[in-house]
Antibody, heavy 119, light 108 residues
Framework: QVTLRESGPALVKPTQTLTLTCTFSGFSLSTSGMCVSWVRQPPGKALEWLALIDWDDDKYYSTSLKTRLTISKDTSKNQVVLTMTNMDPVDTATYYC???????????WGQGTLVTVSS | DIQMTQSPSSLSASVGDRVTITCQASQDISNYLNWYQQKPGKAPKLLIYDASNLETGVPSRFSGSGSGTDFTFTISSLQPEDIATYYCQQYDNLLSLTFGGGTKVEIK
């Protein structure tokens, strides 16, 4: 059974750095084809892909946000970490992690964590 | 970046109606197109992958078609539990795994 769960602060101040952790089970990120992505969704708006890390530790980022994002993995802990620098109120969103098989589709999702950016 | 234009942005239909949503890519993406359903307050759920393949466990009233730049998602007979927002997503270009803007489906 594949599960993913996001964790991190619910509230961050403008200019701070956000660190989110995705803890997963039911698959291994060392298995060929396995990837984990981060996707966010501002309240009432569409989904936006942010970053992906694959089984080979290759990393891919949204073109518009790549200067602010870092994704990393700890295979032994079954965790993927996303950091986003210089947070702004427009970054207020629900942040999801999702398993991404063969860099193609998001087949399993976490429940999401709402991050509010406010002073 | 590849842009995905989804239409309509919302629709209202009666139970039993056939519902069609379109997604247009800004460049050829072959069949590298997926469809998701998102119910309020929930994470998205993969319904269709590679433009026309039904994910395991998804009811057969859902279907997808298309290739290149033009894609269609269809609910053959709308059910009350299908009330949700539907998103297309392309994966042709790893520099940008783009989602469409979403289509909110409501019951008339």
């Amino acid at each position: 059974q594949v599960t993913l769960r996001e964790s991190g602060p619910a509230l961050v101040k403008p200019t701070q750095t956000l660190t989110l952790t995705c803890t997963f089970s039911g698959f291994s990120l060392s298995t060929s084809g396995m990837c984990v992505s981060w996707v966010r969704q501002p309240p009432g708006k569409a989904l936006e892909w942010l970053a992906l890390i694959d089984w080979d530790d290759d990393k891919y980022y949204s073109t518009s946000l790549k200067t602010r994002l870092t994704i990393s993995k700890d295979t032994s802990k079954n965790q993927v970490v996303l950091t986003m620098t210089n947070m702004d109120p427009v970054d207020t969103a629900t942040y999801y992690c999702a398993r991404t098989f063969n860099l193609q589709n998001f087949d399993y999702w976490g429940q999401g964590t709402l991050v509010t950016v406010s002073s | 970046d590849i842009q995905m234009t989804q239409s309509p942005s919302s629709l209202s239909a009666s139970v039993g109606d056939r519902v069609t949503i379109t997604c247009q890519a800004s460049q050829d993406i072959s069949n590298y197109l997926n469809w998701y359903q998102q119910k309020p307050g929930k994470a998205p759920k993969l319904l269709i992958y590679d433009a026309s393949n039904l994910e395991t466990g998804v009811p057969s009233r859902f279907s997808g078609s298309g290739s290149g730049t033009d894609f269609t998602f269809t609910i053959s007979s709308l059910q009350p539990e299908d009330i949700a927002t539907y998103y297309c997503q392309q994966y042709d270009n790893l520099l940008s795994l783009t989602f469409g803007g979403g289509t909110k489906v409501e019951i008339k």
